[in-house]
């Protein structure tokens, strides 16, 4: 069993920034992926970036430019820094952890104001 444990977050106004973290614990095997999804209200669910145990990354385009995900292998962490940050990026965000299966974190709401 893997656990998820999200911090960070919270209210910034536009163009302002916040840094999110994730750490995993229990059994996680490598390699592996971690990353962030988020899902507005009323939206699907969407990746926002994902990060290999190589460090390989991948960003949604919408984000590109303004995030970076960063992670410690040795501390089984994964960050996401978010600067610029627009309305349009108001959403719960969740962290995940891929491998032979994909676990979840509990959420963390990010609120931006115009």
């Known amino acids: 069993q893997v656990q998820l444990v999200e911090s960070g977050g919270g209210l910034v106004q536009a163009g302002g920034s916040l840094s999110l973290s994730c750490a995993a614990s229990?059994?996680?095997?490598?390699?592996?992926?971690m990353g962030w999804y988020r899902q507005a209200p009323g939206k699907q669910r969407e990746l926002v970036a994902g990060i290999t145990s190589s460090d390989s990354t991948n960003y949604a385009h919408s984000v590109k430019g303004r995030f970076t995900i960063s992670r410690d292998n040795a501390k089984n962490t994964v960050y996401l820094q978010m600067n610029n940050l627009k309305p349009e990026d108001t959403a719960v965000y969740y962290c995940y952890i891929g491998g032979r299966s994909i676990y979840w974190g509990q959420g963390t709401q990010v609120t931006v104001s115009s």
């Open positions: 229990g059994i996680i095997f490598s390699p592996n992926t």
